[in-house]
C-alpha cells in the first residue's frame, strides 16, 4: 500500500546488483510504497523471447543474451516512471548503462559474498552459477562487477533481516538524491557517465 504522503519520483528507479541482492524483492516493496508500478525486467525479457533466460543462454549464448536484454531495457525505460529491476550483469553492458545513466535513477543494492551465497543457495536456475564453485563464481563476479556498480547515482547495502528495513533505506537514499540534485527532476536531463553523484548509504554492522 502506498504511504500517506509517498516520494514524487519523476523518473524511473532502476535497481541493480549482483543475483542475490533482492532487487526483485526491495522493488516489489519500493513500488509498493511509492505507488508505482513494479517491472522484472528478466521477466520481460522471457516474455518477450517465449523461453526462459536459463534456455537463451543455452541456445544462443550470453552474447544473444545480453543484446536482447538492452533492448528490452531500453523500450521498459521509454514507458511510465516505474521501479525496474534488473538482471545482474545488464549495467555492465555500456549501451544498457548509458541508457539507464541518461533516463534513470540507479540504486546499486550491494551484499557481501556469504549473503549472496546464502539467497543464490535457495534457487537452481542461476546459469552462471552452473559453471563451477558458487563462490569462486561470486567472488569474480564481485571483482569484475562491483567498480562498474559503483557508478549507480545511490549506493544502499542490502542486509540480511527484513526486507522493509532495506526498502526504507533506499527511499530514504533516493529522496537525498534528489535533493541534492535538481536536475534530477528533468526526466529528459542526461547525466554523464562519469564522475556520478551519488548516495550512499552503508551498513556498517558486521562490516
Not at 524483492?25 to 533466460?53: M, N, P, S
Not at 526486507?163 to 536531463?189: I, M
Request: net charge positive; charged share 30%; aromatic share 4%.
Amino acid at each position: 500500500m502506498p504511504s500517506a504522503n509517498p516520494l514524487k519520483v519523476p523518473r524511473t528507479i532502476v535497481l541493480i546488483g549482483l543475483m542475490g541482492a533482492g532487487k526483485s524483492c526491495i522493488g516489489r516493496r519500493l513500488a509498493a510504497l511509492l505507488g508505482l508500478k513494479f517491472v522484472d525486467a528478466d521477466a520481460e525479457i522471457e516474455r518477450a523471447a517465449g523461453c526462459t533466460i536459463e534456455e537463451i543462454f543455452d541456445r544462443h549464448g550470453e552474447a544473444a543474451f545480453r543484446d536482447g536484454e538492452c533492448r528490452v531495457i531500453e523500450r521498459l525505460l521509454g514507458q511510465a516512471v516505474q521501479v525496474l529491476a534488473t538482471g545482474g550483469g545488464s549495467f555492465m553492458d555500456p549501451r544498457t548503462r548509458a541508457a539507464i545513466h541518461g533516463r534513470a535513477i540507479s540504486v546499486w543494492l550491494r551484499a557481501d559474498l556469504d549473503l549472496l551465497l546464502k539467497r543464490t543457495g535457495r534457487r537452481n536456475n542461476r546459469p552462471l552459477l552452473k559453471r563451477g564453485d558458487p563462490r569462486a563464481i561470486l567472488e569474480g563476479l564481485m571483482a569484475e562487477r562491483y567498480p562498474v556498480y559503483g557508478e549507480a547515482n545511490v549506493v544502499v547495502d542490502s542486509v540480511d533481516g527484513p526486507p522493509e528495513v532495506t526498502v526504507e533505506r533506499v527511499r530514504a537514499a533516493v529522496e537525498s538524491y534528489l535533493a541534492g540534485q535538481p536536475e534530477a527532476a528533468a526526466p529528459e536531463a542526461r547525466l554523464p557517465k562519469a564522475g556520478l553523484p551519488k548516495t550512499r548509504l552503508v551498513e556498517d554492522a558486521g562490516r
